[in-house]
């Protein structure tokens, strides 16, 4: 099974709320991955967790605040969002390691719209 | 510093042909691996192929294949037999294999293909 899940599919929040996405796979993968993508545009990376832990924050706006809870799961708490920061979500999972071999594979996303 | 250049932002095939979509690489790093992803308009990432930098054969999955020329630093994507499921964006991205690297991909702008009937 090489599936990663991602709830809610849609979500549309005002600037003043409080909400989050949520992330899990059980492939047993150690790494997991938040992006953002822009319409027609890559995904660009925002964190990374290595083993629970926060390893990676690409200068991401504190208005984004990454949690991996478990080994299965990973969180994005969102508040006091800007029009800007409306794209999709994708949560991607790996391998830990240095191994250059070690595909991520993606969840559905989450299509995000702050008004 | 690494970096994916696709230059292709559009590409158009007619079904049940072969088509092969460009992907271009920089690294300095003698260990990294090449992928395909191809992302519907539903927006979610399907891993479609790896290609490793020592692998002396080129990668195939299915009707992907992977036309690797490493003095060239290209990776090239060729689908057979298109599909009208095909029809899709197509990120090329690499990875490198650095002692204690979080295996960071790093995406190409991509390429739009659009399969007719």
């Known amino acids: 099974d090489t599936e990663v899940t991602q709830t809610p599919k849609h979500l549309v929040m005002g600037m003043t709320n409080k909400k989050s996405l949520k992330c899990e796979q059980h492939?047993?993968?150690?790494?997991m991955y938040w992006y953002k993508q822009k319409a027609k545009k890559p995904p660009e990376l925002m964190f990374v967790y290595s083993y629970e832990k926060l390893s990676i924050n690409e200068s991401v706006p504190s208005r984004f605040s990454p949690e991996c809870p478990n080994s299965s799961l990973l969180n994005l708490h969102l508040h006091a969002l800007q029009p800007e920061d409306s794209a999709l979500y994708l949560c991607?999972?790996?391998?830990?390691?240095?191994?250059?071999?070690?595909?991520?594979?993606f969840g559905p996303g989450t299509r995000l719209t702050v008004t | 510093a690494q970096k994916i250049t696709q230059t292709q932002p559009g590409m158009f095939v007619q079904e049940k042909e072969a088509v092969t979509l460009d992907c271009t690489y920089d690294?300095?790093?003698?260990?990294?691996?090449l992928f395909w992803y191809k992302q519907p308009s539903s927006g979610e990432m399907i891993f479609l192929i790896y290609q490793g930098s020592y692998d002396q054969q080129n990668a195939t999955e299915g009707r992907y294949s992977l036309n690797f020329q490493k003095a060239r630093k290209s990776a090239n994507l060729v689908i057979s037999a298109s599909q009208l499921g095909d029809s899709a964006m197509y990120f090329c991205?690499?990875?490198?294999?650095?002692?204690?690297?979080?295996?960071?991909?790093?995406f190409g702008k991509g390429t739009k293909l659009s399969v007719k009937p």
């Open positions: 991205a690499m990875r490198d294999g650095g002692g204690g690297s979080q295996g960071n991909l790093i």
């Open positions: 991607a999972s790996s391998r830990t390691g240095g191994r250059s071999s070690y595909e991520q594979y």
């Open positions: 492939m047993g993968h150690r790494a």
């Open positions: 690294t300095s790093d003698p260990s990294y691996g």
